[in-house]
């Protein structure tokens, strides 16, 4: 069972963002209800391949603004549509935008 919630955005395209299986995830460090959250790194999904800001470019494992290389992992327990992504040593999530 998935869930969304309405994340208001003032500038959409400034967003951080990735690409997997579809769907696009973005940055939720800021995000109070993510940060409340007990999330344990599960098992490496896989890394960053391509970065752009054209949506028109965007597929798996494509990112906006993360280098190619960075690590993307899955949660040990399954919280819906969330990733941890690893950064200079930074575990950072990344929930994925359902429409």
């Known amino acids: 069972m998935f869930s969304?919630?309405?994340?208001p955005l003032k500038r959409p395209f400034a967003v951080t963002r990735l690409t997997f299986d579809g769907?696009?995830?973005?940055?939720?460090?800021?995000i109070e209800w993510?940060?409340?959250e007990e999330l344990t790194l599960g098992e490496?999904?896989?890394e960053i391949?391509?970065?752009t800001d054209n949506s028109?470019?965007?597929?798996?494992?494509?990112a906006s603004k993360l280098p190619t290389g960075t690590e993307i992992y899955e949660l040990e327990e399954k919280k819906g549509p969330i990733f941890i992504v690893k950064l200079d040593g930074d575990k950072i999530p990344y929930l994925g935008l359902v429409a």
């Not at 769907?23 to 800021?30: I, L, P």
């Not at 028109?56 to 494509?62: G, I, L, Q």
């Open 49 to 51: 391949q391509n970065q």
């Open 44 to 46: 490496k999904v896989g």
């Open 56 to 62: 028109k470019e965007f597929e798996n494992f494509t």
């Open 34 to 36: 993510v940060n409340e």
């Open 4 to 7: 969304a919630c309405v994340i």
């Open 23 to 30: 769907t696009v995830y973005t940055n939720a460090k800021d």
